[in-house]
């Protein structure tokens, strides 16, 4: 769903009609409210912010995931460092 021009309302407007607005955003409407001319906020349904998160955890693992894949193909490849010296390399190049 895009958002179209009457969408897009002053936050002067979204004061004074607050529970239309509410209602329209509970009908699947997404407003955005803007202040001084500039995008301010966004009113979406709770159910759909919910789903957003959702989708955002489920970003985060697919990210986490890749993540690990690559970590095992670097320990399966041989390109890794015991942890000491790792660390020692770091505290060296620090306080050069």
Known sequence: ??????????LSHARANFSELAEEVKAGA???????GESFIALID???LDYYHQ???????????????KGLDDLAAGRVK???????S?????SA
Do not use: C, F, W, Y
């Not at 989708?55 to 894949?69: A, N």
């Not at 015991?82 to 020692?88: K, V």
């Not at 770091?90 to 620090?94: D, E, F, L, N, Y």
């Open 1 to 10: 769903m895009g958002i179209s021009a009457r969408d897009v309302i002053p």
């Open 55 to 69: 989708l955002e955890r489920e970003r985060i693992h697919l990210l986490l995931i890749d993540e690990v894949s």
């Open 46 to 48: 709770s159910a759909r």
């Open 30 to 36: 997404e407003k955005i409210v803007t202040k001084n």
């Open 82 to 88: 015991d942890a000491r010296s790792a660390i020692q």
């Open 90 to 94: 770091i505290k060296r190049r620090r």
